[in-house]
């Protein structure tokens, strides 16, 4: 018997050994079925401003959020996860630099390559041939690039743009503008024609570069319209880039994928992760109920009740009424038709989810982590 309970303890220890217990922050489940992608640009020791972090801050910051449970994808399993809707791992992060510049080679990669954690820069291909200037912000090369892509699978260079990262003198983006031409305003097709252009430039030249498809854009500054984003869809790009702070969802529009900065030197790994807390997403039913004064309040609006029985939603410029019993929502000389009439129960008004949307004319999400109902800018995929 005392031989047999001898054996018991030490194949129990040798569990322990083997297999360590999984720490609660590791465990824990924070969003599901989403990707927080963060952006970066430049890292340097010396340099300070509000889009430069030390080589430190960001080691520091991946570290942080390894050890509270998050889990780096890379570029391939995100286009799987929007296009084909496969599961990705929770509480997923995307890693991605803007602008192309060299400290991401002197610093970001040998940190990402000793953590083994994926990231995507999108270049500027302009900048690839020339020649570095004393004193001058430098710039990846192409062979840069090729060093790290084929060093790594970890690392994808995409575009950024050839030519469009600069703004016309009135402070519009090259990429929304139309340039004077000689004496004349360019036209509508000479505007197409360049962007088409200037887009397919950054992809050849990073095809002969780094030998992987090349779908993948983000806006210079991060602006664009439905114009801009068709004419590079056009010209062959499947998935591009805002700096919209907000969580991209498996039903998100391709070519508008938000981002969320953690490139100032401002965000600590403890505040970076607080940050990422407040934006999970989950998506409602539509016939979902819906406590309307505690939703409406956290979106930044008000419930007022009126006397007959009348509630009224402010929200923005708009003042819905909506009396008891009715399905009848008036705004003005507008009036919408609800689903159900506002259900109540005791002192609270509940109302359905779709009706919410119709009446805010946005897109109502919930956060579980904050008990917190807000509206999700990224639009749906058409």
């Not at 890292?43 to 998050?70: A, C, H, M, S, W």
């Not at 970001?108 to 953590?115: G, K, V």
Request: aromatic share 10%; net charge neutral.
């Amino acid at each position: 018997m005392k031989v047999a309970v001898r054996i018991l303890f030490a194949a129990l220890a040798l569990a322990v050994f083997v297999f360590p217990r999984m720490s609660s922050s590791q465990s824990e489940i924070y969003y599901e079925n989403q990707v927080a992608i963060l952006n970066y640009h430049h890292i340097d020791e010396q340099v300070t401003g509000n889009i430069t972090i030390t080589p430190q801050l960001f080691r520091d910051q991946l570290v942080y959020l390894q050890k509270k449970g998050y889990r780096f994808i890379t570029l391939s399993q995100f286009h799987h996860f929007l296009k084909k809707g496969e599961r990705l791992p929770p509480n997923a992060l995307l890693v991605t630099f803007d602008d192309g510049y060299r400290s991401f080679y002197q610093y970001a990669f040998p940190i990402l390559n000793e953590l083994k954690i994926p990231a995507v820069n999108f270049v500027m291909t302009k900048e690839l041939t020339k020649e570095r200037e004393s004193g001058k912000l430098a710039f990846l090369n192409a062979g840069e690039i090729a060093e790290m892509t084929g060093k790594s699978d970890l690392i994808e260079v995409q575009c950024h743009s050839d030519r469009l990262h600069e703004k016309d003198p009135s402070g519009t983006p090259l990429l929304l503008s139309r340039q004077p031409q000689a004496d004349k305003q360019e036209s509508e097709q000479e505007y197409e024609s360049r962007i088409v252009r200037d887009t397919r430039s950054c992809v050849s030249q990073l095809d002969a570069i780094q030998k992987r498809p090349h779908y993948d854009y983000a806006y210079p500054f991060g602006m664009y319209d439905a114009v801009a984003a068709g004419l590079i869809r056009q010209a062959g790009i499947e998935y591009a880039y805002t700096t919209s702070s907000e969580m991209t969802l498996q039903d998100t529009d391709p070519m508008n994928i938000p981002r969320i900065n953690a490139g100032a030197p401002t965000v600590t790994p403890e505040s970076l992760h607080q940050l990422l807390l407040n934006k999970p997403a989950r998506i409602l039913p539509a016939d979902e109920l819906i406590p309307l004064g505690k939703a409406i309040n956290q979106m930044g609006g008000n419930l007022v009740r009126e006397p007959g029985g009348i509630l009224v939603i402010e929200f923005g410029t708009d003042r819905w009424s909506i009396e008891r019993g009715s399905k009848t929502a008036r705004n003005g000389d507008r009036t919408v038709e609800l689903n159900e009439p506002l259900r109540f129960e005791g002192k609270k008004n509940y109302i359905r989810h779709d009706d919410l949307e119709t009446l805010l004319k946005g897109r109502v999400v919930y956060n579980p982590i904050r008990d917190l109902y807000y509206i999700h800018n990224a639009p749906r995929r058409r």
